[in-house]
């Protein structure tokens, strides 16, 4: 396994890091790139398992390393926040291509991590890609949007007792055609139940393969 870990200059000049992570010596399949949530890593099990299938399948992976928890961030308002995430994933994605073309991707985002996808499935790079969106944040318009105008295939997983999830809002996605739904019964937003742990595992374990058949 090949590990390079390095950081750019982001929004009002905070230090974002990134890791770039490749098994494949040739013939690299693609680059999946992970957004993470504001508390949830790409260490987390949605992104850790995630990060392995397509590492088997001999994708590059980037994992973006925001720290959006960080008190820096307490007092910034939605709009900024997107911004930040906006001028931060765009930065690190800009400095990895310097570096290395690919002819497919992937795009994996969880929680605030959906916002960055906003952003990015607007690029014309990025316009053939494949994109997950793990437990979205429906209620931000903006987000809710990107997911219905998104032209790309998607795959998309929420649970009905996570505080993000919006019934009407999820049911107006089935109009987007290139979007698959996935609405799992009684998950919070980890898709976990808060106090059945190997359920919990059942759920992940039916996600992951799902992942890897997309």
Known sequence: MKIMADWVQGYKDRKIS???LSKAESNTS???IIFPGQGYTAQAPLLYY???IYLNQNYDVLQVNYQYNDPFYRDFSFDEMAEAIRIDVG???DRVLQNA???D??????????IALGFEVQRDLFQKAKVIWFTPLLGRDFVWNAMLDSKQRSLCFIGDNDSCYIEERFQQLRANPNLLLRLIPGVNHGLEYETDLFASMDVLKQ??????AF
Do not use: F, H, N, Q
């Open 91 to 93: 930065a690190v994605i």
């Open 207 to 212: 996600v992951m393969k799902e992942v890897e």
């Open 101 to 103: 073309s690919y002819d």
């Open 18 to 20: 990134y890791t770039l």
């Open 50 to 52: 995630s990060m392995g």
């Open 105 to 114: 991707y992937i795009l994996i985002g969880k929680s605030i991590g959906t």
């Open 30 to 32: 693609g680059l999946a």
